[in-house]
């Protein structure tokens, strides 16, 4: 049988109707002192995504789906989903989260791991976020959330909010994972406040492919660059394929060469149209080998040892197509 929220019944009364206590967003203004630089922020952890769809699972009851697709966490899906045209229901916050739900079936228990690591290891010390603000302008503050969900990619972005998929097998039995990949997302929605992603929509031209190849280089190359040190430190390189590639050395003479290739074949097309083979470069830019994350860190460590860091923010924020031409200025190639 199907329940459904009664009209102005409010989703804390109806998922407390399921048994359920409210948990509520945290502030990162509360988990740091008045003197600290990051009490200026305003940043939210809500986890309630992940919460109730873990609950959810385990109790098979459908009056939390309405109550899910109420969340704010939801709202941010779907905006996700409609701008980058993911493969998943965008008619409604409703049809997507039976959507995610049916993703998430069987990952209970990874779901609760992660959970608890997102409320406690990850905000006990939060001061990790200063690796994406060490990537930003010095005047950037965050103005949004960082969700924790569940059924969705692995983390996504959207300004002013972030999301990371609590169900996603990259964090099972490593949830530290969790916090090097909000660095990633965090990242990613302070540079999106200066430079808006591109529409997939609007992409008519090859020269529009290639602008959005070139952006998505400046936004992956640099986040990935934003975790590098810390994961170093860690001896967390080895846990994650793109900082593992980043480490051999002829595999990255590789993977730049064939991202040049795809690159320029992209760019003496112009002004033709975007037919399947352009927008195929994007598929092949953004898994495999993943060309715009890795060879985009590697062009972005580039840029930052030959220019310095302030440099490289200001390109990345004002003007982030020109990262690529920046680095083969630097290498002649
Ligand atoms: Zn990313």
């Known amino acids: 049988m199907r329940f459904s929220v009664a009209c102005g019944v409010s989703i804390f009364a109806a998922l407390s109707a399921l048994g359920q206590s409210p948990r509520e967003p945290i502030a990162l203004s509360g988990l740091v002192s008045s003197t600290d630089p990051l009490h200026h922020h305003d940043l939210q952890f809500d986890a309630r995504f992940a919460e109730f769809g873990a609950d959810y699972l385990e109790s098979g009851d459908r009056r939390a789906i309405p109550a899910l697709a109420g969340l704010p966490a939801s709202r941010h ?3 996700h989903a409609r701008q980058f045209n993911y493969d998943v229901p965008k008619n409604s916050s409703r049809a997507l989260v039976d959507e995610l739900m049916d993703r998430s079936t069987g990952r209970l228990a990874a779901m609760r791991a992660a959970i608890a690591y997102f409320r406690g290891p990850l905000l006990d010390d939060p001061h990790w976020i200063n690796d994406a603000l060490a990537y930003l302008p010095a005047d950037f503050r965050f103005q949004g959330t960082l969700f924790l969900i569940s059924g969705y990619d692995i983390g996504v972005a959207l300004s002013p909010d ?3 998929n609590a169900a996603h097998r990259h964090f099972e039995g490593r949830p530290r994972e969790l916090l090097y990949y909000a660095v990633h997302e965090l990242h990613h929605v302070g540079l999106m406040a200066y430079a808006p992603p591109p529409r997939i929509d609007d992409l008519k031209t090859c020269a529009d492919v290639l602008h959005m190849v070139e952006y998505s280089t400046a936004l992956e190359g640099t986040a990935v660059l934003a975790g590098l040190a810390r994961r170093a430190r860690d ?6 394929d793109d900082y593992a590639a980043l480490g051999d050395a002829a595999r990255m003479q590789r993977n730049e060469a064939r991202y040049l290739r795809e690159f320029d074949s992209l ?6 149209p975007a037919d399947e083979a352009a927008l195929a470069v994007l598929e092949r830019m953004s898994s495999g080998e993943r060309l715009w994350y890795r060879v985009g860190a590697r062009m972005a460590e580039r840029i930052e040892r ?9 390109l990345i924020t004002e003007k982030p197509g020109t990262l690529v031409s920046t680095y083969r200025n630097i290498v002649r190639r």
């Open 267 to 272: 760019r003496r097309r112009g002004i033709e």
């Open 235 to 240: 001896g967390a390189l080895a846990d994650d």
């Open 162 to 164: 972030a999301s990371l």
């Open 77 to 79: 899906l779907l905006a």
């Open 306 to 314: 030959e220019q310095g860091r302030p440099a490289l923010i200001a």
